[in-house]
């Protein structure tokens, strides 16, 4: 990119060889360097404005990018999965901070602190990520930047502009408004971002159980409504902006409060979280290149307990009746326990430091360092019964600390090849303090585990390399291939290593991949280890009016973070494997094996007085395998494609969409994954634009298709979920979460 202005937001949207010239925000500049582009996705700015209303849940923008798909959560708070790699195995950036999930389920991803509508640009690496962009993951990276700060042209003044706008969704009966508002010089800019959302439970295309007990006094759910999906979200965002020649500095205080997300797989829900975050940027343009330099920190407090749909009283009540249909108890009592209160609380602060140095006209240097510090704290206060009289140390005093530094060259060989290659290092600090059980004398192992716990040491050190090697070869004006090889390492997080209770009761609360079982860290994890072989073969038309993408992938992972079935009295792997239900796991270091192909394309149809119509595709298949074992690896998605019918005429943009999804029937047998069904689905997308207004307005899931979500999990929405016994009022294993049917959605924005 040579000679040419562009936003800000474009800048970080776009493609991983960019970013050499200056941004809008800046004066122009002329940086030397390599000019072209190569592979990686971005979410396009018209994607962006068509999914908005559709969704509350950030991640789920990337629907159409090829080799995502997401593990069911919340929602707002799905996980994105790459290429059979999800959660913290993913870099996820939010404004270049680096940020984790402060949960035992993971019910706050970095992904759920920003509304779809504060969204400005999304960019993802799968697979093969740059040194520059990865670290501390396996799978790619994806990053999520606001919109950026604009400012008056020169002479104008000063000026004022903002957006309002609103939306609602038919099945749960959501509803949710945005508001932005700036006002800027030429050299300050001051805005104001904000957006809420609400939503019931939603139903599913039809009766998917035989039950409607809830375990709460007179709460009853239809047989097809998903208990546990409701939730509410408020997001805040202040930002300041100051620009002087070629300099920019930022300063964005960003707050969310999010009063309750229930989740239809975890026996939890979400009862409260709050985050604060600052985030502090410098850029500017020198005559060698560029300089990035950020500070951030994070505060999060979490609660947990049972939402609406899921028992709160357990046990005997006092007198000796029972509480098995929600009679009420004596808050703190040996015999009947007032829910399960669940607190985290976790701090982070970081800093990033890069720089672009033009080395000539070809050759282009990154080098950058990176400090992260992260502490948690993961407690669980006496509520009665078994969870008596003390509190309980789930982690105490975690903490994960990152140092890294990188160095990448990128070259423009001749005008056929671009080269990249990187290196990068990071070391990892990892340590939490003493266990402590309600009581030591207690139920389920708690005195034993924690002592066993305490007799070793914790800290822990890892030594991660990265490395990447690209290669883009331009044959034509119309085929291009870009080949590469990534090593990449991640080190176990808090949530793997500390955990250390193997009570069933503790075990089920430490689950953040929703399969209903329970889950045992292990002091004893090392860091897992990936490398990935992938190509894109890219044949379009110089103006890319049609194109056609196809990238095969092969990834072996050495030590991959998997697990086994456990024997608590034992402690040790279990000799006989439970099958069809629900049990505990402790993490275990094994190998594996992904593999898989991504299709995607786009061609015109015609262009008449009717308009012009077109047609996008997306295929997506995955293999995994663990090659130790031989079974399958978890929530991988199966065979997947998507037909997109476009028509556009004046201010009208419209589309029919076709998903079709094979029948998952390859899955993880020590988790007893569920089997889901194949299945398809029709939605419909309309849109028009005038002036400074949008409306939007789609029909989801058009025929109320009764559908399983392939990685949705196991269906615990419902219900006495804290326990595992095989009774009628108890979650069943078996039921995986259904998708919503039909749902009729409009919005509505309006720019000034």
């Not at 056609?548 to 494997?577: C, E, G």
């Amino acid at each position: 990119m040579s000679l040419k202005r562009i936003t800000l937001a474009a800048a970080i949207a776009a493609l991983p060889f960019t970013a050499r010239a200056a941004d809008t925000t800046l004066s122009t500049v002329v940086v030397t360097g390599a000019k072209e582009e190569t592979a990686a996705a971005k979410v396009e700015s018209e994607t962006l404005q068509v999914l908005r209303p559709a969704t509350s849940d950030t991640a789920t923008l990337l629907r159409d990018v090829p080799g995502v798909s997401f593990y069911g959560a919340g929602g707002v708070s799905s996980l994105p999965v790459i290429h059979g790699l999800a959660d913290e195995r993913i870099r996820l950036t939010v404004d270049g901070m680096d940020l984790y999930a402060a949960c035992p389920n993971h019910m706050n991803t970095p992904l759920s602190y920003i509304d779809p509508v504060q969204v400005g640009a999304i960019k993802v690496w799968a697979g093969i990520a740059p040194v520059s962009a990865g670290g501390d993951a396996i799978a790619g990276t994806i990053a999520v930047e606001s919109v950026p700060p604009v400012f008056a042209a020169a002479g104008q003044g000063s000026l004022l502009k903002g957006e309002v706008g609103a939306f609602y969704r038919s099945n749960g009966g959501a509803y949710g408004g945005n508001l932005a508002a700036t006002y800027a010089t030429e050299s300050f800019n001051v805005s104001y971002t904000g957006a809420t959302a609400k939503s019931d439970n939603y139903k599913a295309g039809g009766d998917f159980k035989n039950y409607d007990f809830t375990g709460r006094l007179g709460h009853t759910l239809p047989r097809d409504e998903v208990g546990s999906t409701a939730y509410e979200t408020r997001n805040h965002t202040l930002g300041l902006a100051f620009k002087g020649g070629n300099h920019l500095v930022e300063a964005k205080l960003a707050y969310q409060d999010m009063p309750y997300q229930l989740y239809p797989n975890q026996r939890m829900d979400m009862l409260d979280n709050e985050s604060l975050k600052l985030n502090l940027r410098y850029l500017g343009q020198f005559d060698w290149g560029k300089l990035d330099a950020r500070v951030w920190h994070e505060h999060v407090d979490h609660f947990m307990d049972f939402g609406a749909d899921k028992r709160y009283w357990y046990g005997s009540a006092s007198g000796g009746g029972s509480a098995l249909n929600g009679t009420p108890c004596s808050p703190i009592s040996t015999t009947c326990a007032a829910g399960m209160p669940m607190y985290t609380e976790s701090s982070t602060n970081g800093a990033a430091l890069k720089a672009e140095i033009a080395l000539s006209q070809k050759d282009l240097l990154r080098v950058g360092a990176e400090l992260h510090r992260y502490e948690l704290d993961d407690w669980w206060p006496p509520s009665g019964s078994g969870m008596w009289p003390g509190t309980f140390w789930n982690i105490r005093n975690g903490e994960r600390n990152r140092d890294a530094l990188f160095g990448e060259w990128e070259a423009k060989l001749n005008a056929q090849w671009l080269t990249l290659a990187g290196l990068r290092y990071e070391h990892v600090k990892t340590d939490a303090g003493a266990a402590v059980g309600y009581n030591p004398a207690g139920g389920g192992n708690q005195g034993l585990d924690a002592n066993l716990f305490n007799a070793r040491n914790h800290a822990r050190s890892f030594d991660n390399w990265d490395m990447t090697l690209l290669a883009k070869y331009t044959a034509s004006a119309n085929y291009e291939i870009e080949f590469g090889f990534a090593h990449k390492e991640r080190a176990p997080s808090l949530y793997e290593l500390y955990p250390w209770s193997t009570w069933q009761m503790a075990a089920l609360m430490n689950n953040f991949v929703g399969d209903g079982n329970g889950y045992v860290g292990n002091l004893d994890l090392k860091k897992e280890k990936a490398n990935t072989l992938s190509a894109t073969f890219d044949w379009h038309a110089q103006d890319r009016v049609w194109e056609l993408k196809a990238t095969p992938y092969y990834t072996r992972v050495n030590d991959y973070i998997d697990a086994v079935q456990w024997n608590a009295s034992a402690n040790a792997p279990a000799t006989t494997q439970v099958s069809n239900a629900f049990s505990v796991l402790k993490y275990m270091n094994q190998d594996a094996r992904l593999y898989g192909l991504d299709l995607s394309g786009k061609m015109p149809l015609s262009k008449t007085g009717l308009g012009e119509f077109g047609l996008k595709g997306l295929l997506n298949y995955t293999n995994g395998k663990n090659r130790d074992t031989g079974d399958e690896l978890y929530n991988i998605m199966p065979l997947n494609a998507k037909l997109t019918l476009t028509h556009k005429t004046g201010g009208w943009d419209n589309a029919v969409e076709l998903v079709m999804v094979k029948g998952k029937d390859k899955v993880s047998d020590v988790r007893n994954e569920i089997k889901t069904p194949g299945y398809s689905l029709v939605n419909l997308r309309a849109s028009y634009s005038w002036q400074q207004t949008r409306v939007d307005f789609g029909i989801e899931n058009l025929f109320d298709r009764l559908y399983y979500l392939p990685l949705g999990g196991a269906y615990t929405g419902q219900g006495t979920t804290m326990t595992n016994p095989a009774l009628p009022n108890y979650p069943q294993w078996g039921t995986p979460v259904p998708g919503p049917g039909r749902s009729i959605y409009a919005g509505f924005n309006y720019k000034f």
